[in-house]
C-alpha cells in the first residue's frame, strides 16, 4: 500500500531559527516527490519537486533533500520567518503504466514565534 | 495566470441535507482532482477526472457522493445526504496532465463543510 509518513507531526521554533522536517514513503512505482506549504485555510502550494534522481533542491530559505534508496525526503528551512507557520505537505506522485497519481502525508503543522 | 476557483467558501449544513460545490480549473488544464481533507490530516483522493472521464473515483463514497465535469472544463461535487463525519476541507485541483506526465497540481482555496 503507497503510504506517506511525515514526522514531526507539530513543530514550535522562534523566529530566525531552522528546522528540518521529514517524510518517509513507500510509494512504488517513484515518479516525483514535491513538498507543499498550505497556509490556514488556503489550498496547499507547491515548493519544491525532485525527481528519482535528484538529491537535492532548494527555493529560497527552502531546502529539499532526496535519498530515493531509504526512501526519506527533507525540508529544510533556513532563517524561519514568522510567515513560515503553515502545514508542509509530502506528497508523492506515481506512474504505473496507464495509471498514476498523488499520495500526500499528512503535514507538519509549523509555528514560528516571534 | 488565474487559479483555480471554487464556491462557495463556507457552507454549513444539517446531516441528512444535500450539498453542492462548484469548481471552475485553470484554463487548459486537463486535469481535475477532488479532495477531502479532515482537520489535521493531509488531503485524500475522491475523485480524478481527465478531460471528462473519470480516471480514479475509488475512494469516492459512491453511495452518497457524486461528481461530475461536464465538458471537460468546470466540474461539481455532490453529497446527498450528509453526514456529520462528512466535515471538512474540500479541495479541487487541477494539472496540465497526469501526475505521471510530471506536471503541477495547483489547489483553490476550497470549500469547508460543517455538517450539524
Known amino acids: 500500500k503507497n503510504q506517506v509518513e511525515q514526522s514531526p507531526q507539530s513543530l514550535i521554533i522562534l523566529e530566525g531559527k531552522n528546522c528540518t522536517l521529514q517524510c518517509n514513503y513507500t510509494v512504488s512505482p517513484f515518479s516525483n516527490l514535491r513538498w507543499y506549504k498550505q497556509d490556514t485555510g488556503r489550498g496547499p502550494v507547491s515548493l519544491t519537486i525532485?525527481?528519482?534522481?535528484?538529491n537535492t533542491k532548494s527555493n529560497g530559505r527552502y531546502t529539499a533533500t532526496l535519498d530515493a534508496d531509504t526512501k526519506q525526503s527533507s525540508l529544510h528551512i533556513t532563517a524561519s520567518q514568522l510567515s513560515d507557520s503553515a502545514s508542509y505537505i509530502c506528497?508523492?506522485?506515481?506512474?504505473?503504466?496507464?495509471?498514476?497519481?498523488?499520495?500526500f502525508g499528512k503535514g507538519t503543522h509549523l509555528i514560528i514565534q516571534p | 495566470e488565474a487559479g483555480v476557483a471554487q464556491s462557495p467558501r463556507y457552507k454549513i449544513i444539517e446531516k441528512r441535507q444535500s450539498v453542492a460545490f462548484w469548481c471552475n480549473p485553470i484554463?487548459?488544464?486537463?486535469?481535475l482532482y477532488w479532495y477531502q481533507q479532515i482537520l489535521g490530516q493531509g488531503p485524500k483522493l475522491l475523485i480524478q477526472?481527465?478531460?471528462?472521464?473519470?480516471?480514479?473515483d475509488s475512494q469516492l463514497p459512491k453511495d452518497r457522493f457524486s461528481a461530475e465535469r461536464l465538458k471537460g472544463v468546470d466540474s461539481t461535487l455532490k453529497i446527498q445526504p450528509a453526514k456529520l463525519e462528512d466535515s471538512a476541507v474540500y479541495l479541487c485541483?487541477?494539472?496540465?496532465?497526469?501526475?505521471?506526465?510530471?506536471?503541477?497540481?495547483?489547489f483553490g482555496q476550497g470549500t469547508r463543510l460543517t455538517v450539524v
Open positions: 485541483a487541477s494539472s496540465l496532465d497526469t501526475p505521471g506526465a510530471n506536471t503541477e497540481a495547483f
Open positions: 525532485m525527481t528519482f534522481s535528484e
Open positions: 484554463s487548459g488544464h486537463a486535469t
Open positions: 506528497v508523492v506522485e506515481w506512474f504505473n503504466g496507464g495509471a498514476d497519481g498523488l499520495t
Open positions: 477526472f481527465q478531460n471528462n472521464g473519470v480516471v480514479d
